[in-house]
């Protein structure tokens, strides 16, 4: 089998992991099980953006960062309340504190770069735990939306570009992605999420905004390119290939999530003025 189908294979094998995975957490999706979760999926993360950084060294500002990644994900933060900019204060004080103390070995611009990640980054993975604000059917639907919006984009782009692709979309950041495969993941995206849409309704007997839906998912799938593509400058620029080696064939939890964290966010503020089904 040629390098190329090797790939192919440990793609689709870390993906069926990845489902199993993803079905168990739903299964405790109630539980604290969910927020041990997105708690480690904040802490790895965060510990992958320190490692691209060239930062890893530093056990004590890794460890800062992971102590404030987790519980910007875990604890409820309304990001225009005092706590939260009291809690970003203090994070950014502390990392300012180190630069000053060991500025022959950090520079600025990773110390910042290592702040906007750990403090973002996890807030993205916080909602998942957002999510259950809403009725059960509801909060089910938004997860596996959310979760099909950037990953099935992804899998069709790959796809998509695999067997048609010719043209590059962006060769100087991520020279393996194609305008056709981009093309193909976002009609590939809307098409199959319209499908889950229309089934998840149908069998919990609730009603659908098919304008909003139809509007949101083509913007969702650019919004997952863009934050692949976000992700692909950063690695380039801090020549690494991958943040991790946690799942085989996609690399790490980053490299997997790198589009979800964009959409995500999307997904919620527009589901609270558009609401996509209830």
């Known amino acids: 089998m040629t390098k ?4 192919l294979k440990t ?3 870390s993906a069926a992991v990845g489902l199993v995975l993803l079905g168990i957490v739903m299964y405790f999706f109630d539980t604290p099980a969910l927020d041990v979760a997105v708690a480690l999926l904040s ?31 875990t604890v409820y933060f309304n990001i225009f309340s005092g706590i939260t900019f009291l809690a970003e204060l203090i994070f950014a004080g502390i990392l300012m504190i180190m630069l000053l103390f060991d500025h022959k070995e950090l520079e600025t611009g990773k110390m910042a770069f290592v702040f906007m990640t750990s403090a973002l980054v996890p807030r993205a993975f916080a909602m998942l735990l957002l999510y259950r604000e809403y009725d059960k059917p509801v909060s089910y639907y938004l997860v596996a939306l959310s979760l099909c919006v950037a990953w099935l984009n992804d899998i069709f782009a790959y796809f998509s570009g695999y067997f ?7 060769p100087e950041i991520s020279p393996k992605k194609t305008v056709e495969g981009a093309v193909g993941g976002v009609a590939g995206d809307l098409i199959l999420c319209l499908v889950l849409t229309y089934a998840f309704a149908a069998a919990m007997n609730l009603q659908v905004n098919w304008l909003s839906s139809c509007i949101f998912l083509p913007i969702g799938a650019v919004a997952s390119i863009f934050g692949d593509l976000c992700a692909s400058i950063i690695k380039r620029q801090f020549g690494i290939k991958d943040y991790g080696n946690i799942m085989p064939g996609h690399g790490g939890v980053m490299d997997r999530f790198d589009s979800w964290v964009f959409v995500a966010p999307l997904l919620y503020i527009w589901n609270i003025y558009l ?3 209830g």
């Open 275 to 277: 609401p996509f089904i």
């Open 11 to 13: 793609r689709i094998i």
């Open 43 to 73: 802490a790895i993360a965060v510990h992958e953006f320190v490692h691209a950084a060239g930062l890893s060294e530093h056990k004590l500002l890794e460890t800062v960062c992971i102590i404030f990644g987790v519980a910007f994900s």
């Open 4 to 7: 190329r189908g090797n790939t």
């Open 164 to 170: 048609f692709g010719k043209k590059k979309l962006c």
